[in-house]
C-alpha cells in the first residue's frame, strides 16, 4: 500500500522549492517520528526538531522562538536552506495564528526556511489548517501498516494480523497476551482519548466517550443504531452527543462510524452507523478471548477477518480522500462499499461461517455499480485481499 515514506519527505524537501508548509499527520505510534528522524539523519539542511508535547499551551512565544532558532541556522546552513520540524503542535494555543503569521513574514522576506508539523490527530486539520492557513499547507498522511508492511517487517501471518492488528511497537509482546493487551489499552486507547480529543475539545462526557468507544469496538464491522447504542450506554444522553462523539473518535484515528450508501446524501448521514475500528489491536485488547480462542470460534473469527478488511479499507479511503460506506436495504447487506473517482465498487466479505451474496445481487440490480467483489468463500481469499492494495479496486 502507498503511504509516506522517508524517500517521500526527502523529495519534497530537498528537490522541490519553498513551496507549501508539510504537514504529516496520522494516528499514534505508525512511524511518523521514525520518518522524520531518519530524513534528519541523511539530509544535507540543518534542522530544528522540536515538540510541543511538554510545552504549557499558554506560551504564545514559544512558535516565535524555535522559529528564531532554525533562522539562526539558515545563516549557516552550506546549502541555503533549512527545515523546522515541530511535533505535537496542535497542543498549543492558537498555535496555527502563530505559525501563519511566522509564515508569512518568511513569505514576504523570501527566506528558505521549509517546515514540518506533525500530528496525531485530524482534529489538528480541523481546528486550525483549514481556518489561519488555509492555501498555505500540503498535507502527507500515514496510515496504519498495511498486512504486506508487517510480514515483511515481523514476519507475521494472516491470521497474526487480523488478531494483533498494525501497530509495529507492539509486535514484541504478542507472545505475552495479557501485557499486549494491557500495553495497547494503557499507551493507545487511553493516551488517544485522554490527549488527543480531551486536550483538543470540550467534552462533558469523558465517561461516556469511552464506553462508546468499547462498544464500538466490540461491535467492530457490525450496524447499531443510535437507538440501541442508547439503551447499551449509561448516561448517553441523545443521538446527537453520540453521533458527535462518534466524530471524534474518528478523528482520533480509534474508531469510525460508516454511513449507508445512497445517492441521498441526507439519507446516508442520517442512517445507522456501522462500526470500524482503524486498527484490530484495538478490538482485541478490549475482548475476552484469546487468540487461539477467538480463531477457533468460526462465527466470532469471521468478524475479525471483516473487521480487518474493512480496516484496510479504511486506511486506503483517508490516504486516497474516497469514502467508504456500506448497503443495506430490508434483508439485504452488502459490507462494504467504495467510492471514488467516479466509480462505486462492492464489496461482501465472507469467512467463518457466514456466507451471503444475495446483497451484492440486489444491490448490483438497484445501483448497477461498476464491479462488485466477493472476499473469501469462492472470491478473493481474505489472505490475499489483505495483500492488494484496494485503490485498484477503482482502475
Known amino acids: 500500500m502507498e503511504r509516506v ?3 517521500e519527505v526527502t523529495t519534497r524537501f530537498d ?4 513551496g507549501h508548509l508539510q504537514v504529516m499527520y496520522g494516528p499514534r505510534q505508525v512511524g511518523k517520528t521514525t520518518i522524520v528522524n531518519q530524513f534528519i539523519e541523511q539530509t544535507k539542511h540543518p534542522v530544528h526538531f522540536v515538540t510541543a508535547d511538554a510545552v504549557g499551551n499558554t506560551n504564545p512565544l514559544w512558535i516565535e522562538q524555535q522559529w528564531s532558532i532554525v533562522r539562526e541556522l539558515l545563516t549557516e546552513s552550506a546549502t541555503g536552506e533549512a527545515v523546522l520540524v515541530i511535533d505535537e503542535i496542535q497542543k498549543l494555543d492558537n498555535w496555527s495564528e502563530w505559525v501563519k503569521r511566522e509564515w508569512d513574514h518568511d513569505t514576504q522576506k523570501k527566506i528558505p526556511l521549509k517546515v514540518l508539523i506533525l500530528g496525531s490527530s485530524r482534529l489538528m486539520l480541523q481546528q486550525g489548517l483549514t481556518e489561519s492557513l488555509a492555501g498555505r ?4 498522511y500515514v496510515g496504519h501498516w498495511s498486512y504486506g ?8 501471518t494472516p491470521e497474526q494480523y487480523v488478531y494483533f492488528g498494525a501497530y509495529p511497537g507492539t509486535m514484541t509482546l504478542i507472545q505475552n497476551e495479557d501485557r499486549w493487551k494491557k500495553y495497547i489499552r494503557d499507551s493507545f486507547i487511553e493516551t488517544s482519548v485522554s490527549k488527543d480529543i480531551l486536550m483538543l475539545t470540550r467534552v462533558d462526557k469523558p465517561m461516556l466517550l469511552k464506553r462508546l468507544f468499547e462498544l464500538g469496538a466490540m461491535y467492530s464491522g457490525q450496524l447499531l443504531s443510535y437507538t440501541k447504542m442508547l439503551g447499551q450506554l449509561q448516561d448517553a444522553g441523545n443521538t446527537t452527543t453520540l453521533a458527535h462523539y462518534l466524530e471524534l473518535l474518528d478523528t482520533a484515528g480509534l474508531l469510525s462510524g460508516l454511513e449507508k450508501y445512497s445517492k441521498e446524501l441526507f439519507r446516508s448521514r442520517a442512517s445507522s452507523p456501522k462500526f470500524q475500528v482503524y486498527n484490530n489491536a484495538l478490538m482485541s485488547a478490549i475482548s475476552e478471548g484469546t487468540f487461539e480462542e ?5 462465527r466470532i473469527w469471521g468478524r475479525w477477518v471483516e473487521s480487518a478488511v474493512g480496516a484496510h479499507l479504511k486506511t486506503t479511503a483517508i490516504l486516497h480522500d474516497i469514502e467508504l460506506l456500506y448497503w443495506k436495504h430490508r434483508n439485504d447487506e452488502v459490507d462494504f462499499i467504495l467510492k471514488g473517482r467516479g466509480k462505486v465498487v462492492a464489496i461482501e466479505v465472507k469467512s467463518g461461517a457466514k456466507y451471503r451474496v444475495n446483497g451484492l445481487t440486489a444491490f448490483k440490480k438497484q445501483h448497477n455499480p461498476d464491479k462488485v467483489y466477493l472476499i473469501g468463500g469462492d472470491g478473493i481469499p481474505w489472505q490475499e485481499f489483505l495483500l492488494m492494495d484496494p485503490i485498484e479496486l477503482l482502475k
Open 5 to 7: 515514506h522517508l524517500k
Open 15 to 18: 528537490l522541490e522549492k519553498r
Open 137 to 140: 499547507f500540503e498535507t502527507m
Open 149 to 156: 508492511e508487517m510480514k515483511e517487517a515481523f514476519g507475521l
Open 294 to 298: 477467538v480463531k477457533s470460534d468460526p
